[in-house]
Nanobody
């Protein structure tokens, strides 16, 4: 499985962005698709995840109510809608796929390249 992320950019505080992650190869219904982010000097952290088959979603506390993860099975694409962006959301965002597990970086088998999100104050 190969993952391609897109949609990052430079925005002002309070703005919105939508990231997309398109997968090539078979995505099984048991897969979990996740978004992680890494700011300079910090560890990679969980942002959101969705179960490919059931569509159940999971979020980090820091983004609950502002970010929404969704998927389009027909397009093999996962989206991360980010609203009310804050400077602390600035990071490289990467998508990933796991056979199981939700929150841990180590549970994800396939990774896409990062897309940079920069939020100016």
């Amino acid at each position: 499985v190969q993952l391609q992320a897109s949609g990052g950019g430079l925005v002002q505080t309070g703005a919105s962005l939508r990231l997309a992650c398109t997968a090539s190869g078979r995505i099984y219904s048991s897969y979990v698709m996740g978004w992680f982010r890494q700011a300079p000097g910090k560890e990679r952290e969980f942002v959101a995840a969705i179960r490919w088959g059931a569509g159940r979603t999971y979020y980090a506390d820091s983004v609950k109510g502002r970010f929404t993860i969704s998927r389009d099975n027909a397009k093999n694409t996962v989206y991360l809608q980010m609203n009310s962006l804050k400077p602390e959301d600035t990071a490289a965002y990467a998508c990933a796929a796991a056979f199981s597990g939700i929150y841990s970086v180590n549970e994800y088998r396939y990774w896409g390249q990062g897309t940079q999100v920069t939020v100016s104050s």
